[in-house]
Each structure stands twice: as C-alpha cells, then as structure tokens.
C-alpha cells in the first residue's frame, strides 16, 4: 500500500504569524477568554485571529461573539470584529511596541468580558 504523498514547503502561511485568541463558554454559561492577553509582534509581523471554541452550528451573516476595541483604542486599522471577521490585520503603524495594554470587548449574545491585548517588538 503506497503511503500518502507528504507534501512539505507547500503550506500557507507559517502558522505563527497568527496570534490564536479562543473564544468561548464555561460550564455557567460565561464567556472565556484564552489568553486573556494576547500579544502580537510587530516585527514578525503577527495578527489576531479570534476563534470560536464554541461547540455550535455557525450561520452566515450571524456572528456568535463580537470583538470591539471600545475601552482605550485599537491597536488594528480596524476596532470591531467578530466570528465573520475574526482576524485582526497587521498592527496600525503608528502604533509602537510597548507595555500599554489595550482593553476590549468581547460579547457573546447578552453577556460580555473585557479581555486585553498589546503590541511587542
Ligand atoms: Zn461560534
């Protein structure tokens, strides 16, 4: 039996170029955040991607949680996003790698959870 192709140096994107945020719910129903604080590098050029750990069916046009950089700015071009638009983009230029950290709002249908996150070199 010939054993599958392995095929290396074709993958996308290095995977650590993502900052993986897991959005979910504890047993009571209240929102967990992993990790509470995230932090991207500037250098490596990382981003955010929120990820749903919610075990649930998923419909278009319905985003079951929402990211909102309300409290003290975003450090993304964009503030809002959510399950349709999880990943964050690059760090705003102007924004320079440092101890600030910036506080946010995740939302996940009446409840919500402000978690934080900051730029590093
Ligand atoms: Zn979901």
Not at 10 to 26: A, K, M, P, Q, T
Not at 40 to 52: G, I, P, Y
Not at 59 to 80: A, I, L
């Amino acid at each position: 039996m010939a054993s599958p192709t392995q095929s290396f140096g074709n993958r996308e994107e290095s995977d650590n170029r993502e900052v993986i945020v897991n959005i979910g719910l504890d047993a009571e129903g209240n929102i967990t955040v992993d990790p509470e604080y995230f932090k991207v590098s500037k250098s490596k050029n990382q981003e955010v991607r929120w990820v749903c750990a919610m075990q649930h069916d998923h419909m278009k046009g319905r985003p079951c949680f929402t990211v909102d950089f309300d409290k003290n700015g975003s450090p993304f071009y964009e503030t809002q996003f959510s399950s349709d638009a999880p990943v964050s983009g690059l760090a705003r230029r102007d924004v320079l790698p440092g101890p600030k950290i910036y506080d946010y709002t995740v939302q996940v249908g009446d409840k919500e959870v402000d978690p934080g996150g900051g730029v590093q070199q």
